[in-house]
């Protein structure tokens, strides 16, 4: 019976099944594994839980427009097995931030992929932090 209703209705199978597949890839886009991303408001409270650091993905000239208070400006090319800098903070929790949030899944990739186990990216990056007003320093 429902292999009879498919052979019917082919095309709005096929459809359904692309319609499936489409907003399943749209949810995995945002999601890495190994990383659990982080919204604008529940952000303070992952700092205020234990060691954490902010890594601001973003070019120079843009971190020094505005960023998150005591975020330090790393570029996607840092994140390198041998890179004391980051190496240092492996065991505390690390908050990924950039413009829109693309950047953070990507950093967040790479980190997970060197052996850190705390990793969150900022959901919708700076452009969600400031939708929620929460401020901004400049350098």
């Known amino acids: 019976m429902l292999s009879e209703f498919i052979t019917l209705n082919i095309w709005w199978f096929v459809a359904l099944v692309t319609v499936l597949n489409l907003l399943l890839f749209s949810f995995m886009q945002g999601t890495v594994r190994g990383a659990t991303p982080v919204s604008a408001l529940q952000m303070p409270a992952l700092q205020r839980s234990g060691k954490s650091v902010?890594?601001?993905?973003?070019?120079?000239?843009?971190?020094?427009?505005?960023?998150?208070?005591?975020a330090i400006n790393f570029s996607l090319d840092e994140i390198k097995p041998d890179n004391k800098r980051l190496l240092k903070h492996q065991d505390n929790t690390i908050i990924l931030v950039c413009q829109s949030g693309g950047e953070s899944i990507k950093a967040a990739k790479s980190l997970v992929a060197l052996g850190f186990t705390k990793v969150h990216p900022l959901k919708g990056g700076l452009i969600a932090w400031q939708?929620?007003?929460?401020?901004?320093?400049?350098?």
């Open 54 to 70: 902010i890594y601001d993905l973003n070019k120079p000239d843009q971190f020094a427009k505005g960023h998150i208070a005591s």
């Open 131 to 139: 939708k929620d007003n929460l401020p901004l320093v400049t350098a």
